[in-house]
């Protein structure tokens, strides 16, 4: 069977596990539809958690983000995953223990204010929604790569299928679906990086493969191997860092401080029944991460290889097939600058402007024609990072049904996230702007249906977000984290372990921390984009890491503002009392 | 948004009316019977040494945290790349694999050491095992 039947079966199937579970798991309260009526096994949560959090973007571009950035890029894995410490020891536990619904509430309840409400909901709604788009408009690309369907049709069967089960099941169908698609995606990510791992190293696992001896007779390791390479073409060593450490420091911490304070993330941990499960879910949680998260980088450094090795200095004619395919859709293009029908892979950027815009004709030895300028770089090549994932299967010459896999793979990572970034959207509006703020006396009946409108409505406004993605897509990695930096995390954390921070203190340190965080990045991405380069950023921290400064300036003013008014009134003082301490939590509930 | 005083000064006192009547409520339902064992049971000196023995073990942790991450994985990343650790150059491990092992070995350890001193200090949830009896609200 070919692969792109193959790739109908192995999504399909998988759909229909979906549907299946949103069936069974029909909700029928707010409580359910919320927190899955704070039942969750803490291992069920965990591998819910790794699902949710693990996007279309970690899935398909995080490898391949490493195999060309190199040591660089690995701000990114300590950020991403050093967030789940912070959130384990610093929020978890004690969200549980508060034990309601959503982050505002928390933020709502702990300040005693609606102002802190609301502005909490509107971060909250922002950062879920950049994150959105991006995902909707993965499951668009995957269809129309391995399915060859067109991406708007492909975003709406997206929509069709979060529809089903979110809308339905609520938390509860999202959690068991997660699941679900924890198990397709890590199966399918694994599945091809253990043969490229055997196949360059004859170790079968990759974490210890791409620290191992190639397998060609060279005595070199793969590391060695990959310095050699990168230097002879003109690039940095793999292994050598280039970026300033004040700015890698700022990434870091800001990713950490980010990921901590992802709504979406946090929310599933009022799903366990106690707050010692909320500790061990989040442990859970990031070692289901870390099983793909560890094979990332060593997927990314096996592909490194398999591209210079494969592609440099081969005629075109002659180049393996994988090259012709995926530069049919796109993802690779050829111009020959020096006319001599062989590829050549150098450092620095092959076109002008960098994504090739093909004219529709072939050129001389049959490869598609670009009409960019050429650059005066000798790299004659264009390859789109999403590739490393995608094209493995073909480069690894691995059966078709492991190119399905993958199609079916991307697809669960996509859809997880999609619904978890949804629910915590519908839960929002309809609990905390709808019944804590502006209709408190609606029944329990009615903010159920209310919460499920409001979770079609955001797949709609999601969907047309991946029908026309905004320009900004690229971007909204760094907005979204140094939002939930330098927004959500500090209230929470202080609210916990201060009592004397108080209402007017954490509104003034959220609004501080949000308009330098937005002001900064949409200065230098918008509005001044010439200025984008070390020499005009604050301290040298990029717009990606100055979340971490939003959020230290958040802190420094919500404990000056704190301390010149008056202290918050002893029922709050009383909440936190409770709330520090593990025992006694019941299942989430309303008042 | 806005940050005139205005709609802020409105806001608050609709809040205050409304936090006092929400959090009486809330005491009322929010402390089930296992609360109630924590005032008889847990004096004010044992919660706070339980609060006390858990900021060290936070101190400790993240300590270890902001060790394994920013200092071996960045501050001292290149010094560290001259020892070896199978084909890997130290530092570059970190980067890629040993942070997320170490971070992965941190949250356990943080659940394992806290159910300890919960049980010490008799603060702990085990007693909330079977599902809560609460009915809705």
Known sequence: ?591 | MSRNTDPDNVESTGDNTRSSKVYHHDEAENLPPSSQHDSEVLSEENLKSYWRANIKVLITLLGVWAFVSFICGILLGDWLDQFYLGGFPLGFWFTQQGAMLCFVAIIFVYHYWMQHIERAHGVDDDIDSQPAQQPEG
């Open chain 1, 1 to 591: 069977m070919d692969a792109q039947t193959l790739s109908y079966i192995f999504v399909g199937l998988s759909f229909a596990l979906y549907i299946g579970i949103a069936f069974w798991s029909r909700v029928t309260s707010t409580s359910e539809f919320y927190v899955a009526g704070g039942g969750v096994h803490p291992v069920v949560n965990g591998m819910a958690t790794a699902a949710d959090w693990m996007s279309a973007a970690s899935f398909l571009s995080v490898a391949g983000l490493l195999a060309f950035a190199g040591r660089d890029a690995s701000v990114y894995m300590i950020g991403w995953t050093g967030g789940y410490v912070l959130l384990a020891l610093l929020l978890a536990p004690y969200l549980r223990k508060f034990g309601r619904f959503t982050v505002p509430e928390f933020i709502g309840d702990r300040y005693y204010s609606n102002v802190a409400r609301v502005v909490a909901v509107i971060c909250l709604i922002f950062i879920s929604f950049t994150y959105i788009a991006g995902q909707m408009r993965g499951v668009g690309i995957v269809f129309s790569r391995f399915l060859e369907v067109e991406i708007n049709t492909g975003v709406i069967i997206g929509m069709a299928i979060v529809f089903f089960y979110a809308v339905m099941g609520g938390m509860k169908g999202i959690t068991y679906t997660q699941v679900a698609q924890y198990c397709v995606l890590i199966f399918a990510f694994l599945v091809p990086a253990v043969y490229l791992s055997i196949m360059w190293t004859d170790n079968p696992i990759p974490q210890l493969g791409f620290g191992d001896i190639l397998n060609d007779g060279s005595g070199l390791t793969v590391l060695e191997k990959l310095d050699q390479v990168t230097v002879e073409l003109g690039f940095t060593a793999y292994t050598q860092a280039t970026r300033s450490k004040i700015d890698s420091l700022a990434i870091v911490a800001a990713l950490m401080i980010g990921t901590a304070g992802l709504p979406h993330v946090i929310v599933r941990f009022f799903t366990v029944p106690k707050v010692s499960d909320a500790r061990k879910s989040a442990g859970y949680a990031l070692a289901f991460i870390c099983v793909m998260y560890t094979t990332i980088p060593a997927v990314a450094a096996f592909s490194r290889l398999n591209l210079s090795e494969s592609v440099n200095e081969i005629a075109y004619a002659e180049a393996p097939s994988w090259v012709a395919n995926w530069e049919n859709t796109g993802l690779i293009a050829w111009r020959d600058k020096n006319g001599d029908g062989i590829i050549q892979y150098r450092a620095g950027k092959a076109l002008d402007p960098a994504k090739p815009q093909f004219t529709g004709q072939r050129g001389e030895y049959g490869e598609r024609v670009v009409s960019n300028t050429p650059t005066s770089s000798t790299n004659e090549i264009y390859v789109d990072r999403d590739i490393m994932v995608m094209a493995n299967p073909e480069i690894a010459q691995l059966p078709n049904w492991v190119v399905a896999l993958i199609a079916a793979g991307a697809v669960a990572a996509a859809l997880s996230t999609a619904a978890g970034l949804l629910l915590v959207i519908s839960s929002s509006i309809a609990h905390d702007l709808m019944k804590r703020t502006f209709m408190p006396n609606i029944t329990d009946k009615q903010e159920l249906l209310s919460a499920r409108l409001a979770a079609v409505a955001a797949i709609l406004v999601a969907g047309w977000f991946g029908i026309n993605p905004p320009a900004f897509v690229a971007q909204t990695v760094a907005f979204a984290f140094g939002m939930a930096a330098a927004s959500l995390f500090p209230p929470i954390v202080m609210g916990i372990f201060s009592k004397r921070v108080n209402r007017q203190g954490a509104i003034c340190g959220m609004l501080t921390g949000l308009v330098l965080t937005v002001g900064y990045i949409v200065y230098f991405n918008f509005l001044a984009p010439e200025l984008n380069n070390a020499e005009h950023w604050l301290f040298g921290i990029s717009t990606t890491g100055i979340g971490s400064v939003g959020a230290a300036l958040n802190v420094a003013v919500t404990i000056v503002v704190s301390r010149m008014t008056s202290a918050p009134p002893q029922e709050v003082q009383d909440m936190v009392d409770d709330i520090r301490i593990p025992a006694g939590a019941g299942v989430a509930h309303h008042h």
